[in-house]
C-alpha cells in the first residue's frame, strides 16, 4: 500500500462522490504499488507478503461466498474520513496485520473499489473519538449508567439487537437501508479528538485491503473483537466484526501492556454477537500476527 496521502483526512463519501482531493484512480493505484507498509516513524512493519499478488495467495483456500453475518455497528462507530493502512498511531500493542478480501456474495467475484472501515479498542479497552465514554464516564450512549447491548458495561455475552446475524436494518438506518447497514444505532458524534485504531481502505481488483493495528484489548460484556463495515457507492452493504481465538487471546493477553488487566468476564463461547465465521486466520508474523479473512457483502443490497 502507497503512502504518499496516508493520515490525510478523506471521506469516503467524497471518494465515490468524485469531489476528492485524491482521486479514487489514484489510491487503487497506491493500494496496488507493493510499498511495504510502515510505521508514523517509517520503520517497515512486516516482513510478509506486500503484492497484491502474495495478498491473494493469502486467501487460496478461502473462496467462501456465503453472505458474512451482519452485526450490531456498536456505539462507538463514526466516519473518522481517514484513507490509511496503519491506523496505530501512539497505542501500545501486540502488532496484528489484518487483511481481508471482500467478494460480492452472489457473483463470489472479488468486490473492487470498495471502501472497507476497521475500528476497535486499544489494549486498556478504550475507542478513540469516545475515551470518556468507553471507559464508563457520563455521556455514554443510551443514557443514565445502562450503555447498549452490546457495548462496554453490558452484561456477559450481551444481547443481540434486533437486526444481528441474518436480520435486515430498519428503514431509514445511516447510510441507508441495505441488508448489511447495521442495526439503526445512530452514528456516534465524536467526544475527544482522538482517532487511533480507526481507518479505512479502499479495496484493489483483488477485492483486497491491508491494515496495520494492535491486537484489540477486552471491555466488559464483550469478547476480544475488531468491527468492520463495507461500503459500495454510498451504501453500507455489510457491518460485521472480527474474532480471535481464544487460546490466542490468552497468549496475547499474558504479555504487556494487556496483562495489567485483569477480570475478564466474556469469552467467544459467552458471547452474544460471536458466530464461528467471524474467526480470522492468524498466523505468526515476525514479532506479531498476521489475520486474514474473507467477507462476502451483499454488493447490491437485494438482500441475497
Known amino acids: 500500500m502507497g503512502h504518499d496521502h496516508e493520515g490525510q483526512r478523506v471521506s469516503r463519501r467524497s471518494i465515490f462522490a468524485g469531489i476528492s482531493s485524491i482521486g479514487l484512480g489514484s489510491l487503487l493505484a497506491a493500494c496496488g504499488d507493493g510499498t511495504p507498509a510502515t510505521t508514523t516513524s517509517g520503520e517497515a512493519v512486516s516482513p510478509a507478503a506486500t503484492t497484491s499478488a502474495d495478498l491473494t495467495g493469502l ?131 465524536p467526544v475527544d479528538d482522538k482517532r487511533y485504531l480507526r481507518g479505512a481502505q479502499v479495496t484493489n481488483v483483488d477485492g483486497i485491503v491491508d491494515f496495520t493495528t494492535i491486537w484489540p484489548g477486552w471491555y466488559r460484556g464483550r469478547t476480544v473483537h475488531i468491527h468492520a463495515m463495507v461500503h459500495a457507492g454510498d451504501n453500507r452493504v455489510l457491518t460485521t466484526q472480527l474474532m480471535f481465538d481464544e487460546a490466542l487471546n490468552t497468549k496475547v493477553f499474558a504479555a504487556a501492556p494487556y496483562a495489567s488487566r485483569t477480570g475478564r468476564d466474556t469469552f467467544n463461547d459467552g458471547d452474544g454477537i460471536f458466530r464461528n465465521t467471524m474467526l480470522m486466520k492468524v498466523t505468526q508474523d515476525g514479532d506479531g500476527y498476521l489475520a486474514v479473512l474473507v467477507l462476502a457483502a451483499d454488493s447490491d443490497s437485494d438482500g441475497s
Not at 453472505?67 to 474520513?81: R, V
Not at 437501508?177 to 442495526?183: A, K, L, S
Request: hydrophobic fraction near 25%.
Open 59 to 189: 486467501f487460496a483456500d478461502a473462496n467462501t461466498c456465503k453472505l458474512s453475518p451482519s452485526t450490531t455497528q456498536g456505539p462507538y462507530y463514526f466516519d473518522a474520513d481517514k484513507i490509511r493502512s496503519d491506523i496505530r498511531e501512539d497505542r501500545a500493542g501486540t502488532r496484528l496485520r489484518v487483511v481481508l478480501k471482500v467478494q460480492d456474495s452472489e457473483q463470489c467475484k472479488p468486490l473492487s473499489n470498495a471502501v472497507v472501515e476497521i475500528w476497535h479498542c486499544d489494549a486498556a479497552g478504550l475507542y478513540s473519538g469516545a475515551e470518556s465514554l468507553s471507559s464508563g464516564g457520563g455521556g455514554r450512549p443510551g443514557g443514565g449508567g445502562t450503555p447498549p447491548s452490546g457495548a462496554p458495561g453490558g452484561g456477559p455475552g450481551g444481547t443481540a439487537p434486533s437486526g444481528m446475524p441474518g436480520g435486515t436494518a430498519p428503514s431509514g438506518a445511516p447510510g441507508g437501508n441495505p441488508p448489511g447497514g447495521g442495526d439503526g444505532m445512530a452514528d456516534l458524534k
